[in-house]
């Protein structure tokens, strides 16, 4: 059974438009009314885009030390098959 299928994407897809809507009506509401931005929404912008960063660079570090961890598991594998009788 795969975990890809048309009814878990349709709910992925169902959940992604929903957060996304509720996610721009909270952008709506906190946005200032006045002409621009304020000091402080620019700040908490940047702040919020600096986390999004060191998220986004953790997220591909952790990516990356497992793909790297995957492709040495062979080696392991293939020592113990080495040690295994021959038939």
Known sequence: MSIVNRRNA???????????????????????????????????????????GVAGLAGLVVFWRVRKRDSTDHDSLASEELDAPLD
């Open 10 to 52: 349709l709910i992925g897809w169902v959940t992604w438009a929903a957060v996304k809507r509720a996610a721009a009506m909270k952008a709506k509401r906190a946005a200032p009314s006045g002409g621009g931005g304020t000091s402080k929404g620019r700040q908490a912008a940047k702040a919020g885009a600096i986390a999004a």
